[in-house]
Structures are given as C-alpha cells and as structure tokens.
C-alpha cells in the first residue's frame, strides 16, 4: 500500500485525505459519542476522586488563592460537601507541624487550564457561579477531554499513514476509540489524566518520527518539553523516553545513524534536557512552600512492590484487568510478533512494553480503582496501534475464512467495550470489584437480575432451581425468644420478635452446625437464606451473610442491594449493584456448592457481617440442603 510520507499538511488536510467512507465513520462516530456524553454524563460530576485532585490546582490559584495557606473553601459559594471535603488541607507525615493540601501534581490541570479559563469567562459575563466547580466548569472539563482524545486519534492516524492506507489507518484510530476503555475515559469519566497522556503519547511519536528525519533544535526541545509533561502528569511514565531514544534502531546502520545523528545535534539534545526540565519547577516550588523540601513524596504510604508485581491480576483478572475489559490488545500484542511490520517501532515496543506492564503493576493498588479497566494502559495505546495495524494487515493477506474471523473477534470487542460501558454507567457493573462469573452471566445484558446479584458477589453461577431436590435442613434460627439477647420486637408489624444488630461487628446469635454425613447424604449444594431489614443507606462497607466452612469454604453476599421487590422492581431504571432497599423485610438466599473432603469435625457457620457496625434487622437464618 502507498504510503502518505509529507509532514506538511494543514491542520485539517488529513480529514480532506480521507475517502468519503472513512469521513463517514469518522463524523457518525464523532456525533455518537458525543450523544453518549450529553445523555448518559449531565448527571454525575466531574469533581471527585482523583479528578478533583488533578483539578484543585485551578480554583485554588485563580479564585480561592489558596494553595499554600491552607484555608479551606468557603461555605457560601454553593460548593458541595463532596468538594469541599476534597479540598481540605491535610498533615504531611514527614513534619507533623505543617500540611499539604494536593497529593496530585499539577500536569493534568494545567491541560484544562484553557477550558477552565473560559468557563470562569462565561460565568462571570452571564452571572452565573463562577466558583470553579459549577456545571459550566464541568462542561468544559468534559469538552476538553473529547478534544484531546480526538486530538490524539488525528495523530494517531497521522502516524498510521505513514506506513498503511488511509482506511487502514482510520479503521485503527476508530477501533481505538470504540473497543477499548479509552471509549470510558474520553465520554464518560472526565477529568482523569490518561486522555490527556494518550494526546501526549501520540504527540511524542509524531515528533520523533519528523524530528529523526530532519532534526532541528526546536524539534528536539519540543521532544524534551513533551517527555517533561509527560513525566510531571504522572512520574512513572519517565518511562515515555524510550519512544525518542529507541525509534528507528532496528540494525547496525540504523544505530550509527542514530549516533551521527546525536553527535550533530549535541546543542539540541542539550536544550531538551533543560526543556525536559522546565515542567517539573512549579511542581518543586509547590512542594517547597507547603511541604519544606524541593522533591517530597507526596503519595505517602502508597507505594510500590518492585519484588512481588501482580502481573497476571493486572493484565487478566476480572478486577480491572487490563486484557479483560479491552480484549483488542490481544490483537496488538499478537501483531509485536509480526517484527518485519513494525520494524521502526519494534525495538520501542519489545523495550517499553514489557517494562511499563511491570511497573504499572508494581503499584500497591494494581487494579487502579475509579475507573473502567485498566486505566494506565491508555498512555501507551497510540504505540499499540502500530502492531494492532500490523495484525490486521496481515490476516487480510491470508484469506477470506482468516478475514470473516478476525471482523467477528473485532466487531465483539467493541459490543464488549459498549455494552460494558453501558453497563457501568448505569450501575450494573463496578469493575475494580467484579469477577469472570458475573461478566460473562451479564454479557450484553441491560436488566440486573437476583441471581446476577449473587454471582457477582460469590463468584459462582447459580443452579437451576426447578431441576434441585431438597434433601435436608442443617440448622435454622429463629430469633422468637424476647428474653435472648438483641431480640426485639418486629419494627414493621410489632408481631413477633427479631434480631436487631447495632454497633456490633457480627450478632450474638448465629447458626453454627457440624458436618454430619447422614445428614448430608448426596447433596451437591447448601442454600443459606434468611430475612433482613435495613433501616438506612451503607457506607462503602455493606452487610454480608456469610456461610463458612473453616479454611474449605467462604462466600460473603452483600444485603443492602438485594432488598427489592424481586422480580417487579428489577425492569425499574434505579435498580443497580448500589441500590438500597429500607424499611422493608426481604427474604434472601444464594446457593453454594458443597466442598469436597469435609468431615465430622468441621463446623458450618451461616452469620451476618457488619464491618460498617450500621443497624440491621434480621430473622429467619437457615441452611439447608440440595441435590
């Protein structure tokens, strides 16, 4: 295929290149996505998590000029709790007498320095409330974010024009976009850094290609200020060096070409240097003045585990597993084989690869919560699109069955990514706490179902009930007796009493029975049900009913969300993983399977956890028996 070699382009000469099939995509893509973030984003907010952090900077220096005294937000300037409890100062552990107010640095915020700039314009010519945090600063916090993910699929198609066709290089950029998580964090959760970084990314391969075929010293200055961001945005990604450095070393020649090409341009490298430099003052001065010192570790306790990385979790577990949520890259790890294809960047990706994915998951919380999959993962796609390409090159060489495959994978993938999406967005799925069983019981699903409920919590599909016969009842508990400790009246209907739990971990009265194999006879699983009442909304922590079997068995299912009108409620909108049904009695049960190897000695345990100490009312605890 002919190859689209000229760097002199206008800004807008690669959309006049494209065939008319390849604008079409890429404007029906472009308006989809943005219905997706008018319609499924205008209710959450932007500010929270690690995005309010990012993004204090702004309205701490240009409104609240608060970013070194420590003074927290005012109350009257409609701010929410939620953000005001961000924004409070909190004690460095290195010298008890002074504060910090931002673990983050300040990379990503000044990216969204000019969308906030125009909001606070906007707010205060219409009168609205220019306090940093209103929906028109929300907006344009979202509106940035698209633009920097489109800014870095243009380049990214810049790029991949270099080496394939013009559909080629647009089918890669809209896969990009549509089967990954890169989909999540551009439409639907604004404000992390990881948008910007795939811009940066893509922008740093876009100026080692031009700046290797003809170096100049702003081009390597621009090479070193790129690298610099980079690195202040997020200090593990120093590792995007790599891209300038190891471009275009394939052979001998290609390695005395590049030391030439160093040994030329000495004054350039060295103003790269001091350009790498430059990004990283603000953030010492910062530091300086809340903190003491110049370069200070402002993650405190978070760290890394060089000598015990959670690869295999990172990269398959269904706990934001990079590979489970964006399947794809399958695709593009199988096209890094294909070295004659990728030859430029082969050296790049076989070095920074293998190296990022050990030091992403190093990190003490590999899974990376907030967010939908992996989240790091998106920095290093505009280099993955090369192989990804490559891959897809080659099986259409191969033939028609090789091809009608590969679409099948291709056009899955992106029904995943959507559908997961959509799921998340609506509360169906929390993927930083989700397992195989759960993922592929809701593939495709828009309706939550009880069972589904409890899948996602032990982590073991459930059977057929028509087709089990009960065998036999273990143990029951029925919290009858008014003299028993915490039993207390019914507080719906007053007829009976129950068990109430408050302020205490697990309750008084639990059910606790030994393994008997005449009671047990053929049985294949244990259904442990019971009755519960919630009298408010829980913590991050929930209530579980937990079944036990000393170090052979334990499942943990969640209460709180389960309290519905099963099946009625389950096709209403609100009813998600996060639902709470109160002030209602609710009669709920999973199944489990029965371990092998149990004997007389092992005890079986069905109780209620309340790690939260919230109240709880509950009845009616029972185990019994099924084949």
């Known amino acids: 295929m002919q190859a689209d070699n000229t760097d002199t382009y206008t800004p807008m000469s690669w959309y006049r290149r494209l065939t008319r099939p390849g604008k079409i995509l890429f404007l029906v893509s472009v308006i989809f996505c943005l219905f997706v973030t008018g319609k499924y984003t205008s209710h959450k907010t932007v500010f929270y998590g690690d995005a309010a952090g990012y993004y204090m900077y702004l309205p701490s220096v240009f409104i609240y000029h608060n970013l070194t005294t420590f003074e927290p937000l005012p109350e009257d300037r409609g701010l929410s709790e939620l953000v005001r409890s961000y924004s409070m100062p909190r004690i460095d552990p290195q010298d008890s007498s002074r504060f910090i107010i931002n673990q983050y640095t300040y990379g990503v915020a000044l990216t969204e320095l000019p969308f906030f700039a125009a909001a606070h314009a906007y707010s205060l010519l219409t009168g609205g409330q220019a306090n940093g945090y209103s929906a028109a600063y929300e907006w344009a916090i979202r509106l940035g974010n698209i633009l920097y993910s489109l800014l870095g699929l243009i380049l990214v198609y810049r790029i991949l024009r270099r080496y394939h066709s013009s559909t080629t290089a647009m089918t890669v950029s809209v896969l990009l976009l549509t089967g990954t998580n890169l989909f999540w964090f551009t439409f639907l959760q604004a404000g992390m850094a990881h948008v ?26 621009a090479i070193g200020l790129v690298c610099g961001f980079i690195t202040i945005m997020r200090p593990t990604d120093i590792l995007c060096m790599a891209i300038p450095v190891f471009y275009g070393l394939h052979s001998r020649q290609s390695i005395i070409a590049r030391m030439h090409l160093l040994r030329d341009n000495l004054k350039g490298i060295i103003l790269a240097a001091i350009c790498f430099a430059i990004p990283m003052l603000p953030q010492m001065m910062y530091w300086k003045a809340t903190t003491g010192h110049w370069l200070y570790y402002s993650y405190r306790e978070q760290s890394f585990f060089w000598k015990h990385p959670w690869i295999v979790d990172g990269l398959f577990y269904c706990s934001n597993g990079w590979l489970a949520y964006t399947p794809l890259m399958l ?12 030859k430029q960047w082969a050296a790049t990706l076989w070095l920074l690869l293998p190296t990022y994915i050990y030091v992403v998951y190093s990190w003490y919380c590999y899974n990376y919560i907030n967010g939908f999959g992996s989240r790091p993962m998106l920095h290093v796609y505009p280099l993955l699109a090369i192989p990804l390409a490559a891959f897809i090159i080659w099986v259409w060489r191969r033939g028609i069955v090789l091809r009608v495959l590969c679409s099948a994978v291709i056009l899955f993938c992106i029904a995943m990514n959507l559908s997961q999406s959509y799921q998340q967005m609506r509360g169906m799925l929390w993927s930083e706490e989700s397992n195989l069983q759960y993922n592929a019981q809701m593939l495709f699903r828009t309706r939550l179902r009880y069972e589904d409920l409890v899948v996602r919590d032990i982590g073991e599909f459930q059977p057929d009930t028509a087709s089990l016969t009960l065998v036999g009842t273990v143990a029951e508990l029925h919290y009858n007796d008014s003299t028993s400790p915490g039993t207390v009246p019914d507080p719906a209907t007053g007829e009976k009493y129950v068990y109430y739990m408050h302020d205490e971990e697990y309750p008084q009265q639990s059910i606790l029975a030994t393994y008997s194999k005449a009671t ?29 079997i000393g170090d052979k068995l334990w499942r943990g299912m969640t209460i709180e969300n389960k309290c519905i009108n099963w099946p009625t409620e389950a096709d209403s909108s609100y009813v998600s993983i996060f639902y709470t049904g109160i002030n209602r009695w ?30 709880i009312y509950l009845d009616d605890l029972k185990v019994e028996l099924y084949k």
């Open 331 to 342: 695709l593009a790890l199988a096209g890094m084989l294909l070295l004659r294809s990728i």
């Open 586 to 615: 609710t009669q709920l049960y999973y199944f489990t399977r029965i371990p092998e190897g149990l004997n007389e000695t092992d005890y079986i345990k069905l109780f209620v956890w309340s790690k939260d100490l919230k109240p």
């Open 196 to 221: 910007p970084l795939f811009f940066l990314y893509a922008l740093l391969m876009h100026l080692t290609m031009i700046t290797t075929e003809r170096p100049s010293v702003v081009r390597l200055m």
């Open 520 to 548: 047990f006879k053929d049985a294949r699983w244990m259904k442990c049900s019971g009755r519960f009442l919630c009298t408010a909304e829980p913590n991050y922590f929930r209530h579980m009913l937990v079944t036990s």
